[in-house]
């Protein structure tokens, strides 16, 4: 007998239990400050439904309550109705919040909801995803399940590099998006040029650097060459000529392998030696023209288009890789007045990154900033350049203006959301924490609560991933009196010797939620910072990425639709 299925009436049942509440045993609550709402649920059913709600349940089988203040409340809405029913109407969302649903269901262990929504971005709203380049690439490339949009992507860039390599966001690609571009067999860039764009990138992920390459010593070509270690093994070397082999590649060979660098002299003065080393096969180049047969004769215009009789065939529908004569090359098609995407040295701070610090830093990297501002945002992606919503103003430096306690209550009393940072002698750590209070100037020591303030470590070049770890016990947040400096629970404050540069750290869940630092112990610093984090004015200009800017103003001044021949 052929099985009836009521799936219907059944998902009307389970959408009537979630609006009665009848049974409901614990409380998920989302969203933050005057944006935040509870919805009353059934741990059964995030159990079965959620892996991510099954781990929690699982660990603590009589939670009452989920707090997830990252996800918004109209999301949620979404992901509960999908919970209990299993359905989700896309015609009433905007794009955005799709994407947001996205990054959610992957958080809660949606899988194939994960699966579906890529899916549909990139059939339905592909357009979108190319206008908001930037920003979607970035957190594509942060979780493994985006597979569909990191090639989405990957085919772009690898078509035109230069969307990224000339870009002023390149310095702070993530290492997994450009490794799975350099992977590329058909990458359309000269391979010197793929060299000169990885030894930038490697460059500009590491600390004090020196930007004078005859002045590096040992440890800093030892640096480069851990940072690049997933990256060197993909360059085509013998595609590289002769004459940039001596001036842009010799210059690094401390950071290749000796059998490596020795086959590639042998080869640049015997070409026909057979050599040790793994030779990558030649980059396959995207012929600039098409077939004749491909090359249409009258180009549609939307003035012609309304003369054609309605008896006309239908046009045919090119092919993504069959591009209109009337846009090739398309770098010809782009007017000479149209500027040219900013190259930024590895030293030199971009625009945004100026007008983001009030003052200078020796310690922050540009990458840091965005990092911060989001924590304190408590966003789940860093911010871009282009939304940044905050200015670091400097209000002391230690090496400038002393170290002692006194010195620190002098210059940041009574100044509320300030951020310490500071550099480990030795080890190099970057650590630091936030404090959205005043530090009082009073004699005596006492505890300020908030729920706001967290400590972190920001990556180098020995780090790969920066941690944060947010207050615990909102109760011993922040210590203060006039005789300490910067004091974060009982798990990281300054010692309180006048002239001492010595802090001390320990991690003993008192506090804080997780470990910042494998060392607990007294340390000393190079040097430390501290910053009053201001909000940014509303007619400040935003800052565009050039990769954005560059494909708005193209459509613009071309007033076509042809987006996706361009990427």
């Known amino acids: 007998m ?19 509440e009848y049974g409901c045993d614990v409380i998920i609550e989302v969203g933050i400050h005057q944006n935040k709402q509870s919805f009353r649920s059934h741990k059964l059913i995030l159990y079965q439904r959620s892996s991510f709600f099954r781990e929690k349940l699982t660990n603590n089988n009589s ?7 990252h996800i918004s409340v109209d999301t949620f809405k979404i992901i509960i109705r999908y919970i209990y029913t299993g359905i989700i109407s896309f015609e009433e969302f905007e794009i955005s919040t799709i994407f947001d649903l996205l990054v959610s269901s992957n958080e809660l262990g949606f899988d194939e ?8 971005l990139i059939d339905k709203n592909s357009s979108w995803l190319r206008l908001n380049f930037t920003r979607i690439h970035n957190i594509s490339f942060k979780f ?40 590329r067999d058909d990458l359309q860039a000269e391979e010197s040029i793929i060299w000169d764009k990885v030894i930038q990138w490697g460059k500009a992920q590491i600390p004090d650097l020196p930007s004078d390459i005859k002045l590096w010593s040992y440890e800093n070509f030892l ?13 085509r070397y013998f595609q590289i000529p002769g004459k940039d082999i001596l001036e842009k590649v010799k210059p690094y060979r401390r950071i290749l392998e000796p059998d490596l660098w020795e086959n590639i002299t042998e080869r640049f003065i015997f070409p026909d030696v057979p050599v040790n080393s793994i030779i990558l096969p030649a980059r396959k180049k995207i012929p600039d023209s098409l077939p004749s047969r491909l090359v249409p004769t009258i180009v549609v215009t939307k003035t012609v288009r309304k003369k054609i009789p309605d008896s006309l065939p239908s046009p045919t529908i090119v092919a993504t890789k069959a591009v209109p004569s009337a846009i090739l090359p398309v770098r010809e098609k782009i007017p000479d007045s149209l500027p040219s995407p900013t190259i930024v040295a590895t030293k030199a701070l971009p625009s945004a990154w100026r ?84 530090w009082p100037s009073d004699s005596s020591f006492k505890w300020l609560n908030t729920e706001d ?15 944060i770890s947010r207050v615990d016990n909102c109760n011993m947040a922040i210590g203060s009196s006039s005789s300490h400096g910067p004091y974060f629970g009982n798990n990281f404050y300054k010692i309180t010797a006048p002239k001492s540069k010595k802090w001390f750290y320990r991690y003993d869940h008192e506090s804080y939620s997780f470990p910042i630092r494998k060392n607990h112990e007294s340390f000393t610093i190079v040097d430390y910072e501290v910053f009053q984090v201001l909000k940014k004015h509303s007619d400040e200009t935003e800052i565009e990425t050039d990769i954005n800017s560059n494909v708005l103003r193209f459509l613009e001044i071309n007033q076509m639709g042809y987006v996706e021949e361009f990427f």
């Not at 052929?2 to 009665?20: G, I, T, W, Y």
């Open 2 to 20: 052929v099985d009836v299925k009521f799936l219907e009436s059944f998902s009307n049942h389970f959408a009537q239990l979630l609006e009665s």
């Open 63 to 69: 939670i009452k309550k989920i707090v997830l203040p």
């Open 113 to 120: 909801l994960v699966e579906y929504l890529q899916k549909y």
């Open 144 to 183: 493994d399940n985006f597979k569909h949009l990191q090639n989405f992507y990957t085919d772009i860039l690898a078509k035109h590099p230069n969307l990224i390599f000339d870009s002023n966001v390149f310095d702070s690609f993530q290492e997994n998006a450009l490794v799975t571009l350099l992977k």
């Open 223 to 235: 640096a480069l060459k851990s940072t690049l270690h997933n990256c060197l093994p993909l360059i």
């Open 355 to 438: 007008s983001s610090i009030i003052g200078t830093t020796e310690i922050l990297f540009k990458r840091h900033l965005l990092e911060i501002s989001s924590w304190i945002d408590r966003q789940p992606d860093p911010y871009t350049f282009e939304n940044i919503p905050y200015n670091f103003k400097l209000l002391l430096r230690g090496s400038d203006n002393g170290f002692s306690s006194k010195h620190f209550h002098t210059l940041c009393d009574n100044i509320p959301n300030t951020v310490i940072v500071m550099k480990i002698d030795g080890t190099g750590e970057i650590i630091g924490g936030y404090n959205p209070l005043i």
């Open 453 to 467: 303030s967290f400590i972190f470590t920001l990556r180098n070049q020995n780090l790969s991933t920066s941690i």
